[in-house]
C-alpha cells in the first residue's frame, strides 16, 4: 500500500520528463511522488522544485500518457527508499529495487523479505572516519593484478569505446574476482541503459559461472525511461553499503555505461532550462559523478569495504570528452582499452601506458601479493615502454639497424603482448601465476637490463621461470 | 510578526530548488552574508541576495525534505571562523564543523549527517596560559598578551583582537583555563571590556595588519627544480596546474611535508574522500625534521570533499585562508596550500546556475576573477598589528600555493587563465613528462615565477662560492640552467630530423649537459628517503658541479676531444648518485667528487694531450 499524505488531481504543465503542479499544500523537498493513471497503471517521481505557485516533479519513467487530468499525484511524504535484504543475491531487479524477470521485463511476484529500507540518496561519509585502502582483489586478469592491481576501496573505471570488448572484460572480472583473505565477497552488478542482448549475455555469463549466489544485479535497459538511470546506481550503492558497512562484507560494484548515465543527466538539465557548460553537460557533471564515485571505501573500524568498476564508453575514443575526463579527475586511477591491440587479437587490448591505479602501491608487496611485485610491474611498464619507442624507430631506420639490446627489447614487447597481456576469457590466473609469467616474459631481456628490480629478486625469480 | 524565543524575527521558506531556498519575512533586518538556520532540521545557511520581499540564501548541507512554511532565523552574523588555540592538529570541514569530534560524538557515525551542532573548538580541554603583559600595561590591537603552547611544535600567541586597545585592567595568572573563560580585561576610555582567547572573524573580511611588505625571502620546498627555477616566496602565490594523472596531488604534500612554513593550512577541496584519509594518515606518521614531532602538530586540515555540499566548499578556501591569517598575526610563517581551486570555482559555478545567472566562459560566473583575486591577494609577507615582546614590529607571512584542474589539460580554460593573472609564479604541470615517469612534471618551458628579482639577495648572502665558478651565484645558475634547457629544446627538434651525430660538438655538448640536468637534476623522487627533500647547499653543489662539468667540457671540446670522451667520465656516474646516495647533511662530499672529476679531466688532458695532435698522424 502506499501511504498518501497528499493527494493532487490536476497537473498544471508536463514539459519532457517534468510535470508542473500548482502549489496548495506543504509538500517536501525532494519526497517521492507516485502517480497512478486511470488505466491503472502506476509511475514514480520525485519533487526538484518548490516555489508559492508550482511544485515540479521529476518522472522516472515516461510521461507519455499522461494528460493535466488523466492521473492521480499522490505525496508519500518519504524520500525515495528502497528495502533491502538477504533475499537479494542471485537475483536481478530494475531501478526501484523491484525483482523482474529479465526477458520479459516483468516484475515478479516474490516475496522478498525486508531487512532495511534506506534512502538511495545516502549521506556523504565524514572523511575523518575514512581508512586509507590497503588490501587487494584478485580478478584472475594478469595486467589488471599486475599492473594496476585493484584495491578494496578503491574507484577504478574502464574507459572504452563502441566496438571495444568492455562487456567480456566486464564480465570475466565480476565472475572471477575474489578476495583471498576469505572474508565474504559480493558483488553488484548494475547496467545502466544496456541493450537487450547484453543484458542476457552477462546474466548467463553470471549463471555459468556457478557464483550466481554471490552477485545482485540492477538493470536498467537501453529502452527504459531515461530518469530511471539516474536513480539506479544510487538504488545499487545505497545496496552495497549496506551489505559492506552493516554487514562486514566486501562488495564490488560495477557501473555500466557511465557515458548513458551522463547522457541522462544531460537530458534532465535541459528539461530543466539550465545553463550547459562543456559539450551541453550541466556545470554540476563533476559534483553529481562524485555523488555516485565517492561512495566507495573503507570505514575505520568496519571490517567492509566498497569497490567500484564504473565501465565508460568514450564517445569517439576521445579521452577529453567531459565524461572521460570528469571521470579520470574523481576517480583513482583509469583502465584504458586500445582499438590497435584489440584489432591485433590481443585480450585484454589494455594501453598500458595510459592505465594506472592509483592505490595500488601501498597495497602490493610480501603481505598481499608478492615481494617482487612492486618491482616487477615497474619494470614491466618501464621496458614496455622503451619496447614501444624501438619499435617507432623500426619505420626509420629498419630492424637490421637495431643492435642487439634493441632487438631483446622487441622481442620482449612482443612476449609481453602475446602472453602477459593476452590471456583467455575464461582463464583466472593467480597473483602468484602472473607474477610467475611476468618473470618468464622479463626473463627475454638480459638480467642487467632489469634496473628497477632489486637484486635478490633477480637472482631468485630471472631466468627460473623459463 | 512573529518572533523567536531571544526576540529575532522568523522568517518562512518559500521556495526551495537545490541548495537554494527564498525566505520571506527577514527581508527588512537580515545584513547580506549573515547566516540563518532552519530552525527544525538545524540546517545553517548563508544569505547571499536580499530583495523587497524576501532573501535567498544558499544552504551549507543537503535540503531534502525540507517544506515550505519551515521556519528560519537570523543568526545576526556572518559566517565567521573561531580562532583560538586547538586548531592546529584538527580536521574540520568548509565551515569548520569539527570532522573529528562529529566523528567520536555521534556513535563513531561514519556518515555526515545534517543538523549536527557541535562547536568547532573545544569549550571543555584546558590550556596552559602564561602571561606576558602584567595588569596596568597599555594594550594595542594586536599585542600579544600571553601565550599557550598548543603543540609541542607551535606556541599560540593569544592576542588582544583587533579593535581593542587601552590599560589592561585585569589578566590572570599563569595556570590552564578553557578558550571561553575570561582571560584579561582592557579598560578605555569609553568602557572596560572582558576577553576570553576566543575569537572570531568573517571569512570574507581580510584581518588586519599594519603594512604589507615586498617579499624578500624564498620558502623552501625542498624541491630542486622549484627552489633553482621556479622559487617561491614567503608571502608569495604560486598556482600549479595540471590535468589528471600529473602529479598535482604530490607536490602539495610534498609542500606541506617538507616547505620550510610553520603553519601550514591544507585544504582539500572537493576532492576524494581517500585522499583526505591518506593525507591524515601521512601526517600523523611523519615527523617533523626538525623536531621530530609528528608534522600534524603544525598542520590544520580543511576537508570538504567532492561529495559534500557544494556550498560549503564555496567557503573552503576563505576559511583556510581566515586561519592562515591568524596564524600570520602572530608571526609566523603560514602557507595555505588549497587543493584544488577549479573545484572550488565550479561550486561558484553550480550555485551562480542554480541562481539563473547570466554566464560568462564556460558557465562560470562574470565574477570569477574578482572572487579568485579576493583569495589570492589575501596572500602577503605583513607587519602585524601589535608590537612583539621581543623586537618592536612583528612579522609574519601568507603564502597561498592553489591547485587548479584544467579540464583535459587545457590551460586556455577560464579557471586557469584567470588565474594566471593573480598568480606570480606558476607550475605547470605537464601530462608528457608525468606519462614518462618525469616527476615532479613541472615543465620547465611553460612554467615561471617572478620571484628571483625579490629574493636573489637572500640567496647570495647564504652561497658560499666555488673558486671555479666565481661568478656563479644562485641566480646566475639558474639563468645559466634555463638557457640550455631552452637551447636543448630547440635543438631537439633538429635532432629529430638530421640525427644528433651531425650536430656540431657544442651542441652535443647542450644535449648531453640538458639530459643530465634533466635527469640527475629536475627528476626527483617524492617516495625516497633521501631525494624527497635537497636542502639548498646540496642544491647549489649538485647544480654547480654540472655547471663546472659544462665549461670543463666546453674546454676539453676546443682542445679537440670529443663529447663521448666527456660522456664517458667516471664522473657522470658520480653526478646521478648525488639525489639519492648522498645524505643531505653530507653535502660536502659533492666537493669530492667535484675534486675527482678536475683530476679525471686533467689527467684525460694529459694522456691526450692536445687531441687535435692526433688527426695529424
Given amino acids: 500500500m502506499i501511504d498518501v499524505s497528499v493527494l493532487y488531481t490536476k497537473i498544471e504543465q508536463i514539459i519532457g520528463p517534468l510535470i508542473f503542479l500548482k502549489n496548495q499544500h506543504d509538500i517536501k523537498y525532494g519526497e517521492r511522488v507516485v502517480i497512478q493513471t486511470e488505466n491503472g497503471q502506476t509511475r514514480n517521481g520525485e519533487v526538484i522544485k518548490i516555489n508559492q505557485e508550482f511544485i515540479v516533479i521529476e518522472v522516472f519513467e515516461d510521461t507519455l500518457g499522461l494528460s493535466s487530468n488523466n492521473s492521480e499525484i499522490i505525496f508519500t511524504g518519504e524520500p525515495f527508499k528502497i528495502d533491502i535484504s538477504k533475499d537479494m543475491f542471485g537475483k536481478t531487479f530494475n531501478s526501484f529495487g523491484q525483482p523482474i524477470d529479465i526477458k520479459t521485463k516483468e516484475i515478479l511476484d516474490i516475496n522478498i523479505i525486508t531487512d532495511v529500507e534506506r534512502n538511495i540518496n545516502g549521506s556523504p561519509i565524514n572523511p575523518f572516519a575514512r581508512e586509507y585502502p590497503s588490501d587487494v582483489i584478485q580478478t584472475g586478469i594478469s595486467v589488471i593484478d599486475g599492473l594496476f592491481t585493484l584495491i578494496r576501496g578503491q574507484k577504478l573505471p574502464v574507459f572504452s569505446g563502441q566496438g571495444m570488448p568492455h562487456n567480456k572484460l566486464t564480465s570475466q572480472i565480476v565472475t572471477q574476482s575474489k578476495v583471498l583473505t576469505g572474508e565474504s565477497f559480493l558483488i553488484i552488478f548494475c547496467g545502466i541503459g544496456i541493450i537487450q542482448d547484453d543484458v542476457s549475455y552477462f546474466l548467463d555469463q553470471f549463471e555459468k559461472s556457478g557464483n550466481r549466489e554471490r552477485i545482485i544485479s540492477f538493470i536498467n535497459f537501453a529502452d527504459d525511461s531515461i530518469m530511471e538511470r539516474l536513480i539506479i546506481p544510487r538504488v545499487a550503492l545505497t545496496t552495497a553499503e549496506y551489505f559492506a558497512f552493516e554487514k562486514d562484507m566486501h562488495v564490488l560494484v560495477i557501473l555500466t555505461d557511465v557515458t548513458n548515465y551522463a547522457e541522462a543527466l544531460r537530458e534532465l538539465s535541459s528539461a530543466k532550462e539550465e545553463i550547459p557548460s562543456r559539450k551541453g553537460y550541466p556545470g554540476y557533471l563533476y559534483s553529481d559523478f562524485a555523488s555516485l564515485f565517492e561512495r566507495t571505501g573503507k570505514i575505520r573500524g568496519k571490517k567492509g569495504s566498497i569497490t567500484q568498476i564504473p565501465i565508460l564508453t568514450m564517445p569517439n575514443d576521445d579521452i577529453s570528452h567531459p565524461i572521460a575526463d570528469t571521470a579520470g579527475y574523481i576517480t583513482e586511477g583509469q583502465l584504458v582499452l586500445d582499438r590497435n591491440l584489440h584489432k591485433k587479437g590481443i585480450y585484454p587490448p589494455f594501453?598500458?601506458?595510459?592505465s594506472i591505479s592509483r592505490l595500488m602501491k601501498d597495497a602490493i608487496g610480501k603481505k598481499n601479493t608478492r615481494e617482487d611485485h612492486s618491482d616487477v610491474s615497474s619494470q614491466l611498464l618501464a621496458s614496455y615502454s622503451s619496447a614501444l619507442e624501438v619499435k617507432d624507430l623500426i619505420s626509420i631506420i629498419g630492424e637490421?639497424?637495431?643492435?642487439?639490446?634493441?632487438?631483446?627489447?622487441?622481442?620482449?614487447?612482443?612476449?609481453?603482448?602475446n602472453m602477459f597481456l593476452n590471456q583467455g576469457f575464461t582463464?583466472?590466473?593467480?597473483?602468484?601465476?602472473?607474477?610467475?609469467?611476468?618473470?618468464?616474459?622479463?626473463?627475454?631481456?638480459?638480467?642487467?637490463?632489469?634496473?628497477?628490480?632489486?637484486?635478490?629478486?633477480i637472482n631468485k625469480y630471472y631466468g627460473e621461470m623459463v | 510578526m512573529n518572533n523567536s524565543e531571544n526576540g529575532s524575527k522568523i522568517g518562512f521558506i518559500s521556495a526551495i530548488n537545490g541548495s537554494l531556498i527564498k525566505i520571506e519575512g527577514l527581508e527588512n533586518d537580515i545584513q547580506i552574508h549573515n547566516m540563518i538556520?532552519?530552525?527544525?532540521?538545524?540546517?545553517?545557511?548563508?544569505?547571499?541576495?536580499?530583495?523587497?520581499?524576501h532573501v535567498i540564501a544558499q544552504c551549507f548541507e543537503n535540503t531534502e525534505l525540507l517544506k515550505l512554511k519551515d521556519k528560519v532565523i537570523d543568526l545576526k552574523e556572518p559566517i565567521s571562523m573561531e580562532l583560538a588555540p586547538g586548531l592546529l592538529s584538527n580536521i574540520f570541514d568548509g565551515i569548520q564543523r569539527p570532522l573529528e569530534k562529529i566523528h567520536s560524538n555521534f556513535n563513531n557515525s561514519y556518515f555526515l549527517e545534517r543538523g549536527i551542532k557541535i562547536a568547532p573548538l573545544s569549550r571543555d580541554k584546558k590550556w596552559h596560559f602564561v602571561p606576558i603583559k602584567e595588569k596596568g600595561d597599555i594594550i594595542e590591537e594586536g599585542d600579544i598578551v600571553g601565550t599557550v603552547q598548543e603543540t609541542p611544535l607551535i606556541k599560540h600567541m593569544i592576542m588582544a583582537p583587533p579593535g581593542a586597545s587601552g590599560n589592561l585592567s585585569f589578566i590572570v595568572a599563569e595556570g590552564d583555563f578553557t578558550i571561553i573563560d575570561e582571560i584579561y580585561r582592557i579598560k578605555s576610555s569609553r568602557e572596560e571590556k572582558t576577553y576570553n582567547m576566543l575569537q572570531k572573524w568573517p571569512i570574507n573580511t581580510n584581518r588586519p595588519y599594519k603594512k604589507r611588505i615586498r617579499p624578500r625571502e624564498p620558502l623552501i620546498t625542498g624541491l630542486r627544480v622549484i627552489d633553482l627555477l621556479f622559487p617561491l616566496a614567503k608571502g608569495g602565490t604560486v598556482a600549479v596546474p595540471g590535468g589528471f594523472g600529473t602529479g598535482k596531488t604530490?607536490?602539495?604534500?610534498?609542500?606541506?611535508?617538507?616547505?620550510?612554513?610553520?603553519?601550514?593550512?591544507?585544504?582539500?577541496?572537493?576532492?576524494?574522500?581517500?585522499?583526505?584519509?591518506?593525507?591524515?594518515t601521512q601526517f600523523k606518521e611523519i615527523t617533523d625534521p626538525k623536531s621530530g614531532r609528528p608534522l600534524l602538530e603544525r598542520i590544520v586540515i580543511i576537508a570538504n570533499t567532492s561529495n559534500m555540499p557544494v556550498s560549503a566548499r564555496e567557503a573552503s578556501i576563505f576559511s583556510g585562508v581566515t586561519i592562515g591569517e591568524y596564524y600570520r598575526d602572530m608571526g609566523y610563517d603560514v602557507a595555505v596550500l588549497a587543493d584544488s581551486t577549479s573545484r572550488w570555482a565550479e561550486s561558484l559555478r553550480e550555485i551562480s546556475g542554480l541562481l539563473e545567472e547570466m554566464p560568462a566562459e564556460e558557465g562560470y560566473p562574470a565574477y570569477l576573477p574578482s572572487k579568485l583575486s579576493r583569495f589570492y591577494e589575501r596572500a602577503g609577507l605583513v607587519t602585524t598589528l601589535?608590537?612583539?615582546?621581543?623586537?618592536?614590529?612583528?612579522?609574519?607571512?601568507?603564502t597561498i600555493i592553489g591547485s587548479v584542474s584544467p579540464p583535459s589539460g587545457d590551460f586556455s580554460e577560464p579557471v586557469?587563465?584567470?588565474?594566471?593573472?593573480?598568480?606570480?609564479?606558476?607550475?605547470?604541470?605537464?601530462?608528457?613528462?608525468?606519462y614518462s615517469k618525469h616527476y615532479p612534471a613541472i615543465n620547465w618551458l611553460s612554467s615561471y615565477s617572478n620571484y628571483p628579482d625579490y629574493i636573489s639577495d637572500w640567496w647570495n648572502e647564504k652561497d658560499y662560492k666555488w673558486e671555479e665558478l666565481s661568478d656563479m651565484d644562485w641566480n646566475n645558475?639558474?639563468?645559466?640552467?634555463?638557457?640550455?634547457?631552452?637551447?636543448?629544446?630547440?635543438l631537439k627538434n633538429i635532432t629529430q630530423l638530421i640525427g644528433k651525430e651531425n650536430l656540431p660538438e657544442e651542441q652535443q655538448l647542450i644535449l648531453f649537459i640538458g639530459g643530465l640536468i634533466r635527469n640527475s637534476f629536475l627528476i626527483q623522487s617524492a617516495f625516497d628517503n633521501i631525494d624527497c627533500f635537497t636542502p639548498i647547499f646540496k642544491l647549489l653543489f649538485h647544480i654547480k658541479l654540472i655547471i663546472l662539468l659544462y665549461y670543463e667540457g666546453k674546454e676539453l671540446l676546443k682542445l679537440g676531444f670529443l663529447v663521448e670522451d666527456i660522456t664517458r667520465l667516471n664522473t657522470i656516474n658520480d653526478i646521478f648518485k648525488i639525489s639519492k646516495s648522498i645524505p643531505n647533511e653530507e653535502y660536502e662530499s659533492i666537493l669530492k667528487f667535484k675534486k675527482k672529476m678536475l683530476e679525471e679531466i686533467k689527467s684525460l688532458k694529459m694522456m691526450f694531450g692536445d687531441r687535435r695532435e692526433r688527426f695529424i698522424y
Fill in chain 2, 386 to 398: 601589535g608590537k612583539s615582546s621581543l623586537k618592536n614590529e612583528r612579522m609574519g607571512s601568507l
Fill in chain 1, 400 to 417: 637490421e639497424g637495431l643492435n642487439p639490446e634493441q632487438k631483446a627489447l622487441i622481442k620482449f614487447g612482443k612476449s609481453f603482448e
Fill in chain 2, 416 to 434: 586557469t587563465a584567470t588565474t594566471k593573472r593573480f598568480v606570480q609564479a606558476f607550475w605547470a604541470l605537464d601530462a608528457a613528462l608525468a
Fill in chain 1, 427 to 457: 582463464e583466472d590466473r593467480d597473483f602468484e601465476q602472473t607474477l610467475n609469467i611476468a618473470w618468464k616474459v622479463l626473463s627475454v631481456l638480459p638480467s642487467d637490463h632489469l634496473i628497477r628490480i632489486h637484486e635478490n629478486f
Fill in chain 2, 250 to 280: 604530490v607536490i602539495q604534500q610534498s609542500l606541506a611535508k617538507w616547505s620550510d612554513a610553520d603553519v601550514i593550512i591544507y585544504c582539500g577541496v572537493g576532492e576524494r574522500g581517500n585522499e583526505i584519509a591518506d593525507v591524515l
Fill in chain 2, 37 to 53: 538556520e532552519i530552525i527544525e532540521h538545524g540546517i545553517h545557511g548563508e544569505v547571499i541576495q536580499i530583495y523587497k520581499d
Fill in chain 1, 351 to 354: 594501453e598500458v601506458l595510459a
Fill in chain 2, 477 to 490: 645558475c639558474r639563468i645559466l640552467v634555463n638557457e640550455i634547457l631552452s637551447i636543448e629544446n630547440e
